[in-house]
C-alpha cells in the first residue's frame, strides 16, 4: 500500500521527490521511470521499491524489454526536463499508478502480463491485491481519525 504514495512529484514541504511519477526514460534523469546513469553501464528502474516481489519484477521487466526489442518499439527521445513541472494536458503520457488499485487494474489489463504469467496466476494474484486493497480501505488511520473526527 505505501509504495505508491511515494510515486507523488513533491514532499509535503513543496520540494521535489525524486521518484518517478511518469513512465519515462531519460539519460541520467532522476525524475523519469528508466534512467540511465552515466557514471556506469546500467538501466535503473526508480518506480519499483523494496516491497516489490524481486522475481515478478524481474520477469515482468525482461518480458516488456524484449517486448519493445522484437516489436522494433521505439522509444522517443530520453526526457531531459525534470518531470514533476509536467501540467496535466501538456503531456499524452498516463501517470503511473497512484495506488494498489490502479496497479492492479493496469496489471491486468495489460496484454503482456498473461504472456508473462498464468492465467491462473494472473487470476489468484489479482484478487490477493485485490482483498488486501479492500482491507486496507476497512481500516480507519489515525491520520483520518485525527483529520476527521476532531473533537471541538
Not at 505508491?4 to 534523469?29: E, H, I, M
Not at 518506480?47 to 516489436?71: Q, T
Not at 488486501?132 to 473526527?149: D, K
Amino acid at each position: 500500500m505505501n509504495s505508491y504514495k511515494r510515486l507523488q512529484p513533491r514532499l509535503s514541504d513543496g520540494t521535489v521527490s525524486w521518484a518517478p511519477v511518469y513512465p519515462t526514460y531519460g539519460d541520467n534523469n532522476r525524475s523519469c521511470m528508466l534512467r540511465l546513469p552515466r557514471n556506469r553501464p546500467a538501466l535503473e528502474d526508480r518506480a519499483v521499491d523494496s516491497a516489490a516481489n524481486p522475481y515478478l519484477a524481474a520477469a515482468f521487466l525482461l518480458a516488456a524489454g524484449l517486448e519493445g526489442v522484437i516489436d522494433g518499439a521505439d522509444p522517443g527521445d530520453p526526457i531531459e526536463e525534470i518531470t514533476y513541472n509536467w501540467t496535466k494536458g501538456t503531456q499524452s503520457l498516463q501517470r503511473l499508478p497512484r495506488n494498489l488499485l490502479e496497479a492492479v487494474e493496469a496489471f491486468d489489463a495489460d496484454p503482456l502480463t498473461r504472456e508473462v504469467f498464468s492465467e491462473q496466476f494472473v487470476t489468484s494474484y489479482g484478487a490477493m491485491k485485490l482483498d488486501e486493497w479492500n482491507s486496507y480501505h476497512g481500516s480507519v488511520s489515525e491520520w483520518e481519525r485525527t483529520t476527521y473526527l476532531r473533537a471541538f
